[in-house]
């Protein structure tokens, strides 16, 4: 009996003494193969350099953002590797200084876009891309596209080619524009879920799924004069770029068949037919082509060219050592919350700080406030507009430039402002309220679980276990029409309007940039320049700078981010490569981490739900 744990003792002993230094050996083995990679990732980057008349690829890939999320620098360095990121962001300014600074340099000679991974951007940004793109074609250099198939946004950009070509076994896919969402009433009725929903606004149809089976016919109304004003606007630019008549970018059915009969069914045949491209081309005889314009590279069989991450890291500009007046520019982009938020969202706190870091910063003599949201937290909007405010008092204009979407609570923070701009396809105003609470007493009961017990108040029971009475749900929509009330007294304050003319134009319509100048919800139609513009003349600089002011990486995550990245390359496919599986439940994950973030402590939200054209 004696020998027995003695034994076991001794071969239990083996065992861990194995897998254990198994396990260290392994650790082992990939610190110092991470160790190496790092070493050859520092010492042997690639040299780059741009040959004499060499063509600048502008093969942009996943969104053109205006401000990207925030990205672990392990994931960032991993994905630099896969080379093409199509869940990546693109900062909207680095595509406008690469094209503009392009368009200056005698190196490059040409200007191909590659938009084959391109994925989103909202038409106003890609109208400040096109005219980019029009300010290099006006130094008298040419512009070419090429492309397998062309989405609705890809086409739009490649419009603006001197020469579009398609492959012969591609389409030009362009659909229009339409909003069409999913209703859930008799799905909650059916559950015996009650969707408590408070509200002003005829147009603030964010709430209409949950008490709908259908779209009411003032968002339909709204929905579609919105919808047409879009595309109206995107068919004007794509048309006067090709030269053809607006109405023959999306035939009707009836007229797609007879030209698709006329191809004999091809659908690349059509597009040479309709106008839509120029040149049928595989990539054989596009490089062909190409090398015709620029001549072959020196290296490898292809055309000069240089890549646009490539060509950005060679002409990044460098912060001026020189102090000197500064006009401040901070971006406001995603949903407003509350507290302090990454970069890519709006915080309540986080997004004053920069305010605040502007306000006390002797440098910064004006601040441009770039805003790009759909609203969001109606106390995180307020705060955010106080900050505004006593930048304002410390007599440092403050200028709006609105971007794809201000509306709701985006136009909230926008509202008090010295001087607004916006672009003519900008989604705005959303001038409304609501707030929404379901509770789930009846679904419990259906399955026996009830809730009782005792309070000293109505307030102290309210659980969304138990129904609500009828004298609660009247206060909490009284504190909503009092919120609808701060909301268009703001506006009419802000615009020199009187409340009925808010009125008659708020009630969470939303309207385009265009139709929002000529209602005076802003001063005037331009881009971030003019904003920068009128910021150098309201504050009456002669000579300034511009400074991005913005939240930092650490210098412990900017190294590690550097020195991964440098590693990527040499880091085996299957740990730089996501499942698509994996990518889906990430989509999913961030949809339903979005939802639960809303955290308004009042539960009222200034939120345009019809804003992601």
Same mark, same amino acid.
């Given at each position: ?76 360095? &991993? ?99 339409? %909003? ?44 579609? #004069? ?25 035939? *009707? ?49 292809? &055309? ?12 990044? @500009? ?78 440092? @204009? ?42 789930? #007493? ?23 276990? %138990? ?25 009419? %304050? ?5 409340? #009925? ?15 929002? &100048? ?10 971030? *320049? ?28 900017? &190294? ?22 994996? %990518? ?16 308004? @402590? ?12």
């Amino acid at each position: 009996m004696s020998a027995k744990p003695s034994f076991l003792k001794n071969i239990s002993l083996l065992i861990w003494n194995t897998l254990n230094g198994v396990r260290k050996a392994i650790l082992n083995l990939v610190f110092f193969g991470l160790l190496a990679l790092v070493l050859v990732g520092l010492f042997s980057s690639e040299h780059i350099e741009v040959e004499d008349n060499s063509a600048l690829v502008l093969d942009l890939a996943g969104a053109i953002v205006e401000q990207k999320r925030p990205v672990d620098p392990f994931e960032a360095a &991993f994905k630099q590797g896969e080379g093409v990121d199509v869940d990546g962001e693109i900062l909207l300014a680095d595509v406008l200084y690469v094209i503009n600074n392009a368009a200056t340099d005698d190196r490059i000679s040409s200007l191909v876009l590659d938009l084959s991974e391109l994925r989103s951007a909202g038409v106003s940004k890609l109208q400040a891309i096109g005219e980019a793109l029009e300010g290099f074609k006006a130094t008298g250099k040419k512009v070419f596209a090429i492309g397998n198939y062309y989405e609705q946004n890809q086409y739009f950009l490649a419009s603006y080619a001197d020469t579009l070509y398609l492959n012969p076994q591609g389409q030009v896919l362009l659909n229009g524009l339409s %909003r069409y969402r999913q209703y859930y009433k008799t799905a909650l009725d059916k559950l015996k879920i009650h969707t408590h929903v408070f509200r002003v606004g005829t147009f603030k149809s964010a709430v209409e799924p949950y008490i709908r089976d259908d779209m009411s016919a003032a968002a339909k109304e709204a929905n579609g #004069e919105l919808l047409t004003d879009i595309w109206q606007s995107y068919a004007a630019t794509v048309a006067a770029n090709r030269g053809i008549d607006a109405a023959d970018l999306v035939p *009707d059915a009836e007229r797609y068949l007879a030209e698709l009969d006329k191809a004999e069914g091809d659908a690349a045949t059509m597009a040479i037919n309709m106008k839509w491209v120029d040149e049928l081309a595989s990539d054989e005889s596009f490089r062909t082509a190409m090398i015709a314009s620029v001549g072959k590279s020196s290296q490898g069989d292809s &055309f000069r060219q240089v890549h646009f991450n490539d060509y950005l890291a060679l002409v990044a @500009p460098t912060p001026s050592l020189v102090p000197q007046d500064t006009v401040g520019i901070i971006v406001a982009k995603g949903t407003i919350l509350n507290g302090n938020q990454p970069s890519g969202q709006i915080g309540g706190a986080s997004t004053s700080a920069l305010l605040r870091k502007a306000r006390f910063d002797d440098q910064v003599k004006a601040v441009v406030l770039r805003v790009d949201s759909p609203g969001g937290s109606a106390f995180a909007s307020e705060q955010i507009r106080q900050e505004l405010l006593a930048l304002k008092a410390a007599g440092k @204009p403050v200028v709006v430039s609105m971007g794809s979407l201000a509306a709701s609570g985006g136009y909230w923070i926008s509202a008090s402002a010295d001087y607004i701009y916006a672009t003519p396809t900008t989604l705005t105003g959303s001038i409304g309220i609501f707030g929404m609470l379901a509770t789930f #007493e009846d679904s419990l009961a259906s399955l026996g679980i009830y809730t009782d017990g005792v309070s000293t108040s109505e307030w102290a029971g309210l659980s969304v276990t %138990r129904s609500l009475s009828p004298q609660v749900q009247a206060v909490i929509q009284r504190n909503i029409e009092r919120g609808y009330h701060e909301f268009i007294s703001l506006v009419a %304050r802000e615009r020199h309007m009187t409340l #009925e003319q808010v009125d008659k134009i708020a009630q969470g319509h939303v309207w385009t940039g265009k139709k929002a &100048f000529e209602l005076g919800l802003v001063d005037e139609l331009g881009d971030i *320049d003019a904003a920068i513009g009128k910021a150098v003349e309201l504050a009456k600089l002669d000579k300034f700078d511009t400074r991005v002011i913005e939240q930092e990486l650490t210098p412990e995550q900017l &190294f590690m981010q550097r020195m991964f990245g440098s590693v990527a390359s040499y880091l085996p496919p299957s740990l730089t490569h996501t499942s698509v599986f994996g %990518r889906v439940l990430a989509q999913w994950a961030g949809a339903v981490q979005e939802f639960a973030a809303f955290d308004d @402590p009042n539960g009222v939200y200034l939120y345009c739900d019809d804003c992601n054209y």
